[in-house]
């Protein structure tokens, strides 16, 4: 199975803050990885696929950019309701692992 | 606009077989477009692909999971399933269903664009 890490596993940041979280591969997935937002209580929302390509109806503020083993996904204004835990998922092969997540809170 | 539904018993015994359903409203599960998915949360913790399955039937698992899951489609229903057999604690979590759009190859650009709101199921004697 194709690992997934996220870096930082945690992070405190203030409305307005530009966010950047990491996510990195144990082999190259080319451009399939997929990014989703998980609220306490709530199914996942899928942001980015295909690396960089936005999700209908997601606000422009979020962006993803990367290929091979290292991703970025990028918050550039956080709002209020981007308070979340971010996964982010490789398509490249079956299983589509996971990353252990990276949980956005209220400095 | 499509929604997914899980049902299911809550509370499963050790040893026995977990059974949910998702039940496709808005849309149509024998629709060529799409793939079928199971993934599980355990409590707090993160996300574990279970499987998926075509319209047609094929099907595809996570290896750590393949020898007690199977995954069916009632296309009559609008509904897809899931069984995971000889259950223990570790199966404790909430499960969800999700759509993913087809793609011809094993390596899709696509992730998973529409979710159950999840069902908890506990193992538990």
């Known amino acids: 199975d194709i690992q997934m890490t996220q870096s930082p596993s945690s992070l405190s940041a203030s409305v307005g803050d530009r966010v950047t979280i990491t996510c990195r591969a144990s082999q190259s997935i080319s451009s399939y990885l997929n990014w989703y937002q998980q609220k306490p209580g709530k199914a996942p929302k899928l942001l980015i696929y295909?690396?960089?390509s936005l999700q209908s109806g997601v606000p422009s503020r979020f962006s993803g950019s990367g290929s091979g083993t290292d991703f970025t996904l990028t918050i550039s204004s956080l709002q209020p309701e981007d308070f979340a835990t971010y996964y982010c998922?490789?398509?490249?092969?079956?299983?589509?692992?996971f990353g252990p997540g990276t949980k956005v809170d209220i400095k | 606009q499509v929604q997914l539904q899980e049902s299911g018993p809550g509370l499963v015994k050790p040893s026995e077989t977990l059974s949910l359903t998702c039940t496709v409203s808005g849309g149509s599960v024998s629709s060529g477009s799409y793939y079928w998915s199971w993934i599980r949360q355990p409590p707090g913790k993160g996300l574990e692909w279970i499987g998926y399955?075509?319209?047609?039937?094929?099907?595809n698992y996570n290896p750590s999971l393949k020898s007690r899951v199977t995954i069916s489609v009632d296309t009559s229903k609008n509904q897809f399933s899931l069984k995971l057999s000889s259950v223990t604690a570790a199966d404790t979590a909430v499960y969800y269903c999700?759509?993913?759009?087809?793609?011809?190859?094993?390596?899709?650009?696509?992730?998973?664009?529409?979710w159950g709101q999840g069902t908890t199921v506990t193992v538990s004697s």
């Open positions: 295909a690396a960089s």
């Open positions: 399955i075509y319209y047609s039937g094929s099907t």
């Open positions: 999700a759509r993913v759009p087809y793609c011809s190859s094993t390596s899709c650009p696509y992730g998973m664009d529409v």
């Open positions: 998922q490789q398509s490249y092969s079956t299983p589509g692992t």
